[in-house]
């Protein structure tokens, strides 16, 4: 036993057979790590990629993504690797995502890192109305984004005067005067200055609202547009704002006066032309 012992320790004390066991380690461990090296550049991996072309600003869902296997070797840039950070998650305002075109970050962002991100926050159904204001009817720039607001309507009917030239001009007819809420519960997505910037979005810079972004249902959404156009009658939209938001539970948005309602919708006639083309106007 000892001298199998002994034969065993001056095999490997003796620097030929040290040599010979570290170049044989050396050209195993090349070998191995030549291979890992190979395989991991050429194994495909399973990645994302877009299954239709994809505009910027878009929501991007799991119908839009597709994987496919990729060799390692062919990914440039800096790909993402998992669809779930994709899922939920938007393309980037100056980026359309190609067909067939992979994921990379940067061009795939959080809603709120969109540079117009707030006007995307309503609910499904709903459609945006901007609304030309002033820093008189904000009651001095105090309507901010998440208050909620009524909305008044002044209609004013206007008479139509030809003068001696046969010119035709209007004039207002101050005791044909309207009135009264049209709308409640409505709740401000931004407020926007003449060049489209939020209003409060720098605190130290101060701008001049022009604009209040909300959202309505599209019954709504149609009611507000007539009284936009209107020609017989002067229509004014007015803001006043509420604590409605205060509330645990804000109100829905909602018709306030039904009256009103009726009497845009009367004024709003469908009209037919000697083709057959049925159009809306308004008076």
């Known amino acids: 036993m000892n001298n199998i012992k002994t034969a065993i320790r001056r095999f490997f004390t003796n620097k030929n057979t040290v040599t010979i066991i570290g170049v044989l380690l050396g050209i195993v461990i090349l070998y191995v790590g030549y291979n890992y090296r190979i395989n991991s550049q050429i194994n495909p991996t399973s990645v994302p990629y877009a299954t239709q072309r994809i505009?910027?600003?878009?929501?991007?869902?799991?119908?839009?993504?597709?994987?496919?296997?990729v060799p390692p070797?062919?990914?440039?840039?800096?790909?993402?690797?998992?669809?779930?950070?994709?899922?939920?998650r938007y393309a980037n305002a100056d980026t359309v995502i190609p067909q067939g075109s992979l994921f990379y970050k940067g061009s795939v962002v959080e809603k709120d890192e969109l540079p117009d991100s707030i006007i995307y926050d309503y609910p499904d159904g709903?459609?945006?109305?901007?609304?030309?204001?002033?820093t008189t009817n904000t009651y001095g720039n105090k309507i901010y984004p998440g208050n909620y607001i009524d909305i008044y309507l002044k209609i004013v009917k206007q008479d139509y005067v030809t003068d001696a030239a046969g010119n035709t001009t209007t004039q207002q007819t101050e005791d044909k005067i309207m009135i009264g809420k049209?709308?409640?519960?409505?709740?401000?997505?931004?407020?926007?200055?003449?060049?489209?910037?939020?209003?409060?979005?720098?605190?130290?810079?101060i701008k001049t609202p022009a604009q209040i972004i909300f959202a309505v249902p599209e019954e709504y959404h149609i009611l507000l547009?007539?009284?936009?156009?209107?020609?017989?009658?002067?229509?004014?939209?007015?803001?006043?704002?509420?604590?409605?938001?205060?509330k645990k539970n804000p109100g829905e948005v909602a018709i306030a006066n039904n009256e009103l309602?009726?009497?845009?919708?009367?004024?709003?006639?469908?009209?037919?032309?000697?083709?057959?083309?049925?159009?809306?106007?308004?008076?």
Do not use: C
């Open 55 to 69: 505009q910027p600003k878009t929501k991007i869902t799991s119908e839009m993504i597709g994987t496919i296997e």
């Open 73 to 88: 070797a062919m990914l440039k840039g800096d790909p993402i690797m998992d669809s779930s950070q994709i899922v939920g």
């Open 126 to 134: 709903y459609v945006l109305v901007n609304m030309s204001v002033n």
């Open 182 to 205: 049209l709308l409640e519960n409505v709740k401000v997505i931004d407020v926007l200055d003449a060049n489209g910037a939020s209003v409060f979005e720098d605190l130290e810079d």
């Open 225 to 246: 547009r007539k009284t936009m156009y209107l020609r017989t009658y002067e229509a004014t939209l007015i803001p006043v704002p509420t604590n409605e938001g205060e």
């Open 261 to 283: 309602k009726d009497f845009i919708n009367q004024i709003t006639v469908w009209t037919e032309d000697n083709s057959g083309n049925i159009t809306n106007t308004t008076e």
